[in-house]
């Protein structure tokens, strides 16, 4: 964009030779998720558009699968049933249903050895130029989930420990979880020292300080414009969310 370019030329090559492989759209596209609570099309819609700005191909796979995912996950707290529910609207030849399959198939070969189908996803998908690659970021991200079975900390720390992009998988991972049980049913350690203070280090065009509760409300008054827009109802502080 610094050079002229605008979407979607600035998913494409030559102009980006990051466009297919680098995982940027992947992990900025999940919060399309969390505006459409139990409604994937709209959600996965909204991820595929945006994630066209920086990537192209696979990546935008992956984007739109995570933010199914998350769409799913207010109403689905098990990541097995979850990742295999996005599973089946996903195209058979899309390539991250591929990777999501061998994962889930080397998972129940080996359920108690995360680090055995850790090994197995870097050995297969370990091909993109750099540790930021989306294929093996994407497996392994499916594989904390699964591992730490909707468990918050066991989920972020496999997570971590898998190495790569691994403060992004965790982040993903660990969100997920959170979208699953909601902030009370996170682990009491990390809430009682958890701080509601946000503060913007380097972003430059947005507030230096705010409030993780004002992030919250914010995104709740999108998420029942999300809601209303796709024929849902607000009734007396409840959501009545429409069959996607």
Known sequence: MDQGWLP??????????????AVAAQIETENFGVLAPGMPTPARDRASYFARVTNEGVVVEAASFYAELFARAFFEPDPRRLIK?????????????????????????APDDWRTVCQQIVLRYANDPSWNGSRVNFGLTLMALLYGEG????????????????????????????????YSGLPLEL?????????????TNLPK???????????QALDEQV????????????YQIPLD
Not at 209 to 219: E, F
């Open 227 to 238: 809601i209303l827009e796709a024929g849902g109802e607000v009734v007396d502080g409840r």
């Open 191 to 203: 809430r009682s020292h958890a701080s509601d203070i946000y503060f913007n280090e380097d972003m």
């Open 85 to 109: 529910q996005t599973l089946a609207s996903t195209p058979a030849g899309n390539s991250r249903a591929k990777i999501a399959r061998n994962v889930l198939d080397w998972q129940i070969a």
């Open 209 to 219: 300080y705010d409030s993780l509760s004002n992030m919250a409300a914010r995104t």
């Open 151 to 182: 468990r918050y900390r066991e989920t972020v720390t496999i997570a971590t420990l898998a190495g790569w992009d691994n403060d992004i998988n965790a982040t993903t991972a660990g969100g997920l979880v959170g979208v699953m049980h909601g």
């Open 8 to 21: 979607p030329e600035t998913e494409q090559s030559p102009q980006n030779p990051y466009a297919d492989w």
